[in-house]
């Protein structure tokens, strides 16, 4: 069984800073395309960003492009993703995700197999 558990959330000033890890237990991590998620109150589950499990190969959305980074490592079985000059729109529950293998770029939430239950950050001024 899968399970993917998020850490690092909390509260942070804007214009600050904050990184984001998930671990994966269960499986071959080294096969896994991850993808970041996050939700915001009454607000629809948004695309982060993605790492592609052969050549680590990343993909963002427009809206954090510049400014968040996402990173592997498949000796810890973890994905982090590195949050810069954070704005109070980023607020949101932030969760990782994993899919077996894939050849494409994956923007879609139920692209995605197994999924944490999240993290909270809050960007506040």
């Known amino acids: 069984q899968v399970q993917l558990v998020e850490f690092g959330g909390t509260l942070v000033p804007i214009g600050g800073s904050l990184s984001l890890s998930c671990v994966v237990s269960g499986g071959a991590f080294s096969t896994y395309t991850m993808g970041w998620f996050r939700q915001a109150p009454g607000k629809e589950r948004e695309f982060v960003g993605t790492?592609?499990?052969?050549?680590?190969?990343?993909f963002y959305a427009d809206s954090v492009k510049g400014r968040f980074t996402i990173s592997r490592d498949n000796a810890k079985n973890t994905v982090y993703l590195q949050m810069n000059n954070l704005k109070s729109e980023d607020t949101a529950v932030y969760s990782c995700?994993?899919?077996?293998?894939?050849?494409?770029?994956?923007?879609?939430?139920?692209?995605?197999?197994?999924w944490g239950l999240g993290t909270q950050v809050t960007v506040s001024g």
């Open positions: 790492i592609n499990w052969r050549d680590d190969r990343t």
């Open positions: 995700a994993a899919r077996l293998y894939g050849s494409g770029t994956y923007f879609g939430w139920r692209e995605y197999a197994w």
